[in-house]
């Protein structure tokens, strides 16, 4: 993936659970041995349905996906060998949590970032030992079996989303998957009503949405669509991109994004993404008081 592309791909995050308890009762060398397996068992599954390993951090590792089938394939392709072939000591298994989310990152140096990132890790923190979950975005980006085995389990409050997210989660174990085919229905939900997003610059005004223009780019570079100079404004320096009807900027730059929303706390955004929702100030590279020469005033409208 080049590095600065946003990109839409499937992030998986997997690691082991309780590896604390590894170690405690296996010792430290046959715990490391253990993680180790699974780690290998995670990143074979990863290039087996087409994955790319991003990077591994202790017990765990995050991959990405060209879809949402194929991250499913390997996550439960995961889950059945570890369950099946690593178990403790004192009789219990060895067992890995997994979540994931599909959506647009931005690479970079060989890494990822992006709200969606910060997404799918959600994901796994909510999930229990020998669970896959996910969201409503990755269901609908599910084709046939896998679709039918996704279920809504809870709704969770992820960091920069205004609203509560649905959780689902995937069945992979054979016998849950046939107690539960014949009743599954999953329905997308309904789309939110046509929205548009009002930019307000240097008297000039962008609007977004409503059938027209769904994204635009900011920077100091004359071919971007919001066109503001200054020393610490990157030439392409952070884009808002219209998605199922809500605004997301997605930073790209080197000094960051300081969105002000009226009545809210200040959010910084830096190699990431937030959604805008309300109205407020968005400042290029430094904070930027309303009516100044860098501000772009935003408005949420329905």
């Known amino acids: 993936m080049a590095d600065g592309v946003g990109k839409e791909?499937?992030?998986?995050?997997?690691?082991?659970?309780?590896?604390?308890?590894?170690?405690?009762?296996?010792?430290?060398?046959?715990?490391r041995e253990t993680v180790q397996q699974c780690l290998k068992v995670m990143r074979d599954a990863t290039e087996q349905f087409g994955g790319a390993v991003i990077k591994t951090m202790g017990d765990e590792i995050m991959a990405t996906f060209p879809s949402a089938d194929d991250?499913?394939?390997?996550?439960?392709?995961?889950?059945?060998?570890?369950?099946?072939?690593?178990?403790?000591?004192?009789?219990?298994?060895?067992?890995?949590?997994?979540?994931?989310?599909?959506?647009p990152v931005v690479a970079e140096d060989r890494d990822i970032f992006?709200?969606?990132?910060?997404?799918?890790?959600?994901?796994?923190?909510?999930?229990?030992?020998?669970?896959?979950?996910?969201?409503?975005?990755?269901?609908?980006?599910?084709?046939?079996?896998?679709?039918?085995?996704?279920?809504?389990?809870d709704i969770a409050t992820v960091k920069g989303y205004s609203s509560e997210m649905a959780l689902f989660e995937v069945v992979w174990q054979p016998e849950e998957a046939t107690s539960m085919l014949p009743s599954i229905?999953?329905?997308?939900?309904?789309?939110?009503?046509?929205?548009?997003?009002?930019?307000?610059?240097?008297?000039?005004?962008?609007?977004?949405?409503?059938?027209?223009?769904?994204?635009?780019?900011?920077?100091?570079?004359d071919e971007n669509d919001v066109v503001i100079?200054?020393?610490?404004?990157s030439?392409?320096?952070?884009?808002?991109?219209?998605?199922?009807?809500?605004?997301?900027?997605?930073?790209e730059s080197t000094n960051g994004t300081f969105i002000q929303p009226d009545g809210g706390e200040e959010v910084y955004v830096r190699r990431d993404s937030a959604e805008l929702a309300g109205s407020g100030?968005?400042?290029?590279?430094?904070?930027?008081?309303?009516?100044?020469?860098?501000?772009i005033e935003y408005s949420c409208e329905q």
Request: glycine residues 10%; aromatic residues 4%; positive net charge.
């Open 185 to 221: 229905k999953w329905t997308a939900p309904e789309p939110a009503a046509p929205g548009r997003l009002r930019l307000r610059f240097r008297g000039h005004e962008l609007v977004l949405g409503e059938g027209g223009k769904a994204e635009a780019s900011m920077g100091r570079a």
């Open 71 to 103: 991250a499913m394939s390997a996550a439960s392709q995961m889950q059945k060998r570890i369950t099946s072939s690593t178990r403790l000591a004192d009789g219990t298994h060895v067992a890995i949590r997994i979540g994931c989310h599909y959506g």
């Open 114 to 153: 992006g709200q969606a990132v910060h997404t799918a890790n959600r994901m796994t923190s909510q999930a229990k030992a020998g669970q896959i979950l996910t969201t409503a975005v990755t269901v609908e980006q599910l084709t046939g079996e896998w679709r039918a085995l996704a279920r809504q389990i």
């Open 281 to 295: 100030v968005i400042g290029m590279g430094r904070v930027a008081a309303r009516g100044t020469p860098l501000a």
């Open 235 to 251: 030439r392409v320096h952070a884009r808002i991109d219209m998605r199922k009807n809500r605004f997301v900027l997605v930073d």
């Open 9 to 31: 791909v499937a992030i998986l995050f997997a690691d082991v659970v309780g590896s604390t308890h590894l170690y405690e009762a296996m010792g430290d060398d046959r715990a």
């Open 229 to 233: 100079k200054g020393n610490l404004i």
